[in-house]
Every structure is written in C-alpha cells, then in structure tokens.
C-alpha cells in the first residue's frame, strides 16, 4: 500500500492583524469574514465592492490560505490592476504567487502550461478581433463561397456568430436561427467556415480570444488530472462582477469550484446590461439554485450618490420582477433634487445640455467630472454640434482603441513575424503593405514562404540559428526564407521586397531580437515612417504613437508577453481613461454600456423617450423591458452630486419627411414626481 505525501513550498505567514469590524461597514464585514462555502455577495451601487473584495482577500490570508491557492477572477485588465494594487497596499508588500486577473488572462496563463493537451504548442499566438476578421476571410475564399451570388455574411459577422455559440454554448445553428434569421439558410457554409477556421488556427498556432476560454474548459473537462491539479489548487475562488459572466465563464467557474466550492461570487443584478454580448442574467440570478448551501449576503450603504439620486435610482428599478430586493441607502448627506428637462426638440434638449455645463464650470465645476450618457451614440448626433458650435470641448468613448489601429497593428505585425514565423495573418498583412501585392498575391507568397519555414524546420518561438532537425544552423532563417520568394513577387514589388528582407533579417537576430522596444523602432527607421508619410495626414501623431508603443513595450520581460498583453487589452471593451497627460477639461459623451464602472459629480442622461430608451427592439419581450430598466438604473448610479434627465417632445426620425412627435420614457412614469424638479425650458425674452 501507498500513498502520496505532496510536499509544498514554504510561504511565510501574511501578519496583516487588520481590525476588520472598524475598516468596514457591518454588511461588508459580513461578507468578508464569511465562512467557508459558497457565497453570493449583492453589492449594490456605490457600495465599496472592490473594497470588499480586497478585504476578503487579505481575511483569507490571515486565516493561513497561502497566496497561491487564491484565484481572483475579474472582467477588465484596469480592475485587475486596481485589485492587485490594493491587495498589496493592504498588505504592505508585493504577492506576486496570488492568481488575479481577467479571465482571458488566466485562460492564457494556464493554456500556456498543457497547450499541447489542447493541440497547440505553448507559444501559440493570440489574434485580435481583426486578425479573427482576416482568417475568417482567408476561409471564405478558401471555400470558393460566391459571395455576392449568396449574400454571404462578411467575415466580421461570421466572427460574431461564432464568438457568441462559443460564449453562449450554442450551436451555430441555433445562433443563426434565434438570432440571425435571415441567414439561416446558410447555415451548412457558415458551419463550414467555423470548421475550416478552426483547422487554420491550429495549423497557424494561432488561438483567437474566445478559445482562451473554450479550450480552457475543454482542456480541465478532457483531462481529468490536469482538473483535479487546478481544483485542489484553487481552496478559494472569487469573482468580480459576476453578473456579467457568460455560460462559458460560469462553467468554468463551477468546475473549478467543483472540489472544495469555496467560492465568492460579488455583483449585482441590477447592473446586468450585457446580454447583447452574451451575459447570462441567469448566473447571478440562480446562483443559490445551483449551490443551495449558499450564503447571500447583501451591501446597501451607497457612498457615491447623494440620497436624492438614490431615491431616483431606487425607484427606477423598483418596478422590475426578476431581481434580489435591495434598497440603497445614503452614506452622504442631502444635495440637490435630480431635474426634469422636457424640451421641445432635440436641438433645444442640446442647447440645454451645453447651457448647463457652461454654467456649472462658472460655477466651479470641472468638465472632467461631467458626463452626458444616452442609450445609443446616435442619440448624441445634436449635442455633438451644440458642443462644437459653442467650442465645448468633448471626448467620445466609442472612439477606435489605441491598439486596433492600422499603424500599431502593421509595427507589431513584424513583431509576430519574427516570433512565430508560422503566423499567416501577420506575414499577410505585411506582403500587403508592400506595392503590387493584394489579397491573392499574399495567399501565393504565403504558400511558398510556408514551404520554405518548413523545409527548414523552424518551429515558432525558436531561438534563430538553431533549428528543430539535424539541419545546419541558418543565421537569418526567416529571412532566409523570404528571399527565397523573391522570383515569385511582381516586379514593381521587386525593390520593397528586397528592403523586407534587410528589415527582417535584422530583426530576427541579436541584440535586437527580443528587445521588443528596438525592434520596434527598427521597423520605423527601416522604412516604416516614410510609409506613414505617405500614408496618412497625421504623421507626426501617428509617429509619436509609434515612440509611446516602444515605451510601453519596456516593461515586458520578452516579446511574448507584450504581445500576448496586446491581444488581451485589443479585445476587451474600450477602458475609457483619459490620455495620460491630457490636461485640458473635456465633457465624456458615452453611450451608458461604456460608462459601466465609472462615476461622476455630474449626469446629464438624455433622450428618454419611449423607443428610443426603451429601444423599441428590447420591448418585444419581458426579459428585455427588464434589461432596459437596469441600464437606466445603472446611467443614475454614475451620478455623484447632480443629475438631469431630459427628453425631447418632437425630433427627426428615420424614415419619417419631418419631424415626429415622441412619447416620454415608460419609465420616467415609474418614478414618484416628487423626486424630481422638473424644469420648464422657455426661450429668452430677445428685449430683456
């Protein structure tokens, strides 16, 4: 008979001795010293949530959990970081064992270990959004689809398709036929391309955001040890916002809380607003369903919004069915009654809105503090131009993403290249970047280019010279390679090629292989800025865009990790802080989905009428009237000190030669009169 006897490794004890009863409200200390099991935390608006989590964190470690049996789940790169830096100042030091991150980052971090398992090799690439777009077409040409004749979904679409039967656990069929109908009868070449898709991401090493994720959980579902390692690992799991979490996240979360079920859930109902990107309302909802032993602790006391604004905010939820009752109450006193504005049209609500912003900062408000949020962009068309017109200066969080643009992305395109020589997507982009080479050329060239990397035997992520065969060393393997392609480019493509080649063999060696911030200004001086010269009318910021990636690229050990970190900040959803070294005062228009997770002293909320929020398209089931609602609720919880609500009696409508009248917001009559101050807007008297 034996048995096994696991030695670990020593990790000296956390002295913390943090007096938790004085640190933290009566609700919060309940929740932080909660026993072990499952627990459900609600947590309101406003409510110290992070604080909350932090303090759980440090409880557990003072309980004797070593740091690295904890994994911290969140949802954003940015409250990841916020998390471990506050774990560390309650600390006093640096807990470099503790696993925190986002999910795709502790998808990555664990795939890397069994890749093989999945069948990848570890130093797969990550694609972004418009890498998946690329290959996704690359299948679509692949298959001979008449595009044209069968109004084939471009492969942006495809790519959505696919990412929500992965999130959601559907088949592609059923997404097609509960969500894009009119595809339907597509459905065998769209299941054809998601077949060939996959086929190309493993034969490229290539994995796009959601299999962080999918392969994640079929990597602990197929193999039963690596499960169980990650299970006895894991003693206690906790999970932000984790009203947002899709079936594929709470599976995940499930089966790794399947041994010990030491798990904190913390979220609040109220704020689910993404189902549209395939949020399961149903995971918070039916947590104490599916683990009965649960603890539901809930955290009331707002510390943001003035009573007034809470009373507003209660209200406007109130009328909801599906929820766990909760009432926020005030930590702050009395302020200023939230206002009603009807305006006759939306000109007049955004002649309103730019008014009252000139009148606050008068009144010594900053800019940066005020927000004006709305169900759809679209809905901010007019207040654009008031603002304009009256030289208010205004940022927009829908603007495109530092690291999805065009100049980033071709720099570290190179970068991929050089790494990971099997890469299709980047050596594509490049080919295309040179003169006389379009999409079909590139396909030619990538075949021959491929041959090449495999006659030599050069593996992704091998150090150059030293190839995985018996073959003898090759100093400049990639480069190597390209050359040899060099009879089949066009002739008018001859010269470009030739430089290609220079520029990449430099990088492919010491000292600046792996250096990733010379490789980087490497490509700018071997060419690249003359092409933004050529290219685009802001050369100079583009260029200044170029340095600040470089920088940023410095605090990476290798290149690996910058480009992984790359990928995972290029898909998640715009985190909308402003530039750094920004001093000028802007005004934040933002659709209420982006400004989830940020606050303000001032809200401006408009166009609350009824179609338009409620979007009409949400009022055709339940489910979705309810949504609607917590997405209001959540616009009225940004605000700190002042809130406007406002509504436009008359305005243009698509389809319509005039303009139309509209009905203020259902849900506006939800809440009690006597909350609000309404205000009667009337043009100035032109003689005084």
Not at 408 to 414: L, R, S
């Amino acid at each position: 008979m034996s048995r096994d006897y696991v030695l670990q490794p020593f990790n000296p004890p956390v002295q913390l001795h943090v007096d938790y009863a004085k640190e933290l409200n009566e609700q919060q200390h309940a929740a932080v010293t909660a026993p072990p099991g499952p627990s459900l935390v609600i947590a309101g608006a406003g409510s110290g949530k992070t604080r909350t989590l932090t303090y759980r964190v440090g409880f557990l470690l003072e309980q004797g959990i070593p740091p690295d049996r904890i994994l911290l789940l969140t949802f954003t790169n940015k409250a990841a970081r916020e998390m471990m830096r506050r774990v560390s100042d309650l600390l006093g030091q640096e807990l470099p064992s503790l696993w925190g991150g986002t999910f795709h980052s502790i998808g990555n971090r664990i795939l890397r270990q069994h890749a093989t398992l999945v069948g990848y090799q570890r130093d797969f690439t990550i694609m972004d959004r418009e890498d998946a777009k690329d290959l996704i077409g690359a299948c679509i040409a692949e298959a001979e689809i008449d595009v044209k004749a069968t109004r084939f979904p471009k492969a942006e679409v495809l790519a959505d398709i696919f990412s929500m039967a992965s999130n959601t656990r559907r088949t592609v069929p059923e997404i097609l036929e509960q969500e894009y109908d009119y595809f339907e009868n597509l459905a065998p070449q769209i299941a054809d391309i998601q077949q060939r898709y996959a086929a190309r991401k493993r034969s490229t090493n290539a994995m796009d955001f959601d299999d962080l994720l999918e392969l994640w959980l079929k990597l602990l579902r197929d193999n039963p040890e690596v499960c169980e390692h990650y299970q006895r690992r894991f003693q206690f799991i906790l999970v932000d916002e984790y009203q947002d979490t899709n079936h594929l996240q709470s599976e995940l979360i499930d089966l790794l809380a399947g041994r010990h079920h030491n798990l904190m859930v913390v979220g609040d109902d109220a704020q689910s607003i993404y189902a549209w990107r395939g949020a399961n309302f149903l995971n918070i909802l039916k947590f104490p369903e599916r683990y009965p032993e649960a603890k539901v602790y809930k955290i009331e006391t707002n510390y943001r919004s003035t009573p007034e604004i809470l009373d507003v905010a209660n209200a406007a939820i109130s009328a909801n069915i599906r929820q766990f009752a909760k009432q926020l109450t005030p930590a702050r006193k009395s302020g200023a009654k939230p206002v009603l504005a009807t305006c006759m049209t939306a000109s007049e609500q955004a002649m309103f809105v730019a008014q009252r912003i000139l009148e606050l900062r008068e009144e010594g408000a900053s800019m940066n503090e005020m927000a004006v949020l709305y169900r759809s962009h679209f809905h901010a068309l007019e207040l654009q131009l008031e603002l304009t017109r009256r030289n208010i200066p205004f940022s927009i969080t829908s603007g495109i993403r530092f690291f999805e643009q065009a100049h980033i992305k071709d720099v570290t395109a190179y970068l991929k290249l050089v790494m990971n020589p099997r890469d299709e997507l980047a050596f594509k982009r490049l080919v295309q970047l040179l003169p006389g080479v379009g999409g079909k050329g590139a396909d030619k060239l990538w075949i021959k280019f491929s041959s090449e990397i495999r006659a030599q035997g050069l593996k992704p992520g091998a150090d150059n010279g030293e190839p995985s065969n018996s073959q003898p060393a090759i100093a400049h393997p990639i480069a190597t390679a390209l050359q040899a392609c060099a009879a089949s480019v066009p002739k008018k493509t001859a010269v470009a090629w030739a430089q290609w080649v220079a520029t990449v063999s430099q990088l492919e060696v010491a000292p600046v292989r792996g250096k990733t911030d010379r490789m980087i200004r490497l490509v700018i001086e071997a060419g690249y800025d003359q092409h933004l010269q050529e290219t685009y009318a802001n050369y100079r910021t583009r260029l200044d865009d170029l340095e600040q990636l470089a920088i940023f690229a410095q605090q990476f050990p290798t290149t690996e990790d910058f480009l992984s970190q790359l990928a995972l900040l290029t898909n998640l959803e715009a985190e909308s802080d402003q530039p750094a070294g920004n001093d000028n005062e802007q005004v934040r228009l933002s659709s209420i989905h982006q400004a989830k997770g940020l606050e303000f002293d001032v809200v401006f909320l408009i166009m609350l009428c009824d179609g338009l929020f409620p979007s009409a398209r949400s009022l055709d089931t339940a489910e979705g009237e309810e949504e609607e609602r917590r997405l209001l609720y959540v616009a009225i919880t940004r605000a700190r000190n002042e809130l406007y609500l406002s509504y436009p009696l008359i305005r243009m409508m698509p389809g319509s030669s005039g303009d139309a009248m509209q009905q203020p917001s259902r849900f506006l009559s939800e809440i009690p009169r006597e909350l609000l101050e309404e205000w009667n807007l009337k043009p100035a008297n032109p003689y005084g």
